[in-house]
């Protein structure tokens, strides 16, 4: 069988946000297996994106506010407009605290169903929030694929920015399963990544992404990382590998160019591949 032509793309803006890792800065040496900066702040236990008042942060529920957390920070990073930017979010399970809950009323009494947690558990929700709070009128994708969520928005967000020659954000996040759900759904924690996608280098290029969809099956490349293990058990997890890599990019010593593949299900994998940007 032939290898596929792969595609090329600049990466811009990574972002990463976790409670023990609230932040690219303090993510990206922690995924390259060293200490991350000290910090003198209480860890938080959720996300404060600036992009809501007040008043929203405290009623948005927890995926809405780590994927504007990420989706946000990666935005500025790129020095990209985020009210003309396409962007794809990607969950496994949207936000599972808002399902058990609903389905929890449902069960118990039907007439005190709440509509603002409906409108929470859609999963465009997150997608619905970022272009109210952005004022964004680009096109906006809500992908969703189990354990492949991440690959198969990556795929979608890479598609979108080769065909359209545009860059596309890609926000992916997913969040602790609860009550009922915690038993048969493999989510823990909550974890929230981000960048954007560019079809050509610009001076916020911190990788070239060369991608391919292929007809094979692979495994999860394993995590190096202590940081990476740790976050692991979330739905978001196969978003890992790749910002392992780019943060290992970072690094000088490191080597300049990685190659791997993520899954995309039982009879497609996306090989990439992550190169260092000449400037990096």
Do not use: K
């Not at 959720?46 to 809501?52: D, K, M, V």
């Not at 009623?59 to 962007?87: H, K, M």
């Not at 929700?125 to 009128?137: D, K, L």
């Not at 354990?147 to 969040?175: H, I, M, N, W, Y």
């Amino acid at each position: 069988m032939s290898t596929p032509a792969m595609h090329r793309l600049y990466i811009e803006g990574p972002a990463l946000w976790a409670p023990a890792l609230p932040g690219w800065a303090c993510a990206a040496p922690a995924l390259r297996g060293e200490a991350p900066p000290a910090s003198e702040a209480a860890p938080a236990t959720r996300p404060s994106p600036a992009l809501l008042a007040a008043n929203e942060r405290r009623r948005a529920p927890d995926g809405v506010l780590v994927a504007l957390e990420v989706a946000a920070a990666a935005v500025a990073a790129a020095g990209r407009d985020a009210a003309t930017l396409a962007s794809v979010f990607t969950s496994a399970h949207g936000d599972l605290a808002i399902v058990d809950a609903l389905c929890s009323t449902l069960a118990a009494d039907p007439a005190l169903l709440s509509p603002t947690r409906f409108h929470h558990s859609v999963h465009n929700a997150a997608s619905g929030y970022w272009a109210m709070a952005t004022g964004c009128h680009a096109p906006s994708s809500a992908v969703a694929g189990y354990e492949a969520s991440f690959a198969l928005g990556l795929l979608e967000a890479a598609t979108q920015a080769l065909t359209e020659q545009r860059p596309v954000l890609l926000a992916g996040f997913d969040t602790d399963a609860r009550g009922a759900l915690a038993s048969v759904t493999r989510s823990r924690g909550l974890l929230g990544v981000a960048l954007v996608l560019a079809p050509a280098p610009s001076a916020s290029t911190v990788a070239t992404l060369e991608w391919a969809v292929a007809p094979d099956t692979a495994a999860l490349p394993p995590l190096r990382s202590a940081a990476a293990m740790a976050l692991a058990g979330n739905a978001m997890a196969d978003a890992l590998p790749l910002f392992e890599a780019l943060a290992r990019l970072e690094a000088p010593a490191a080597d300049a160019a990685e190659t791997f593949a993520l899954p995309l299900g039982p009879a497609g994998l996306l090989r990439l591949r992550t190169i260092r940007s000449p400037g990096a």
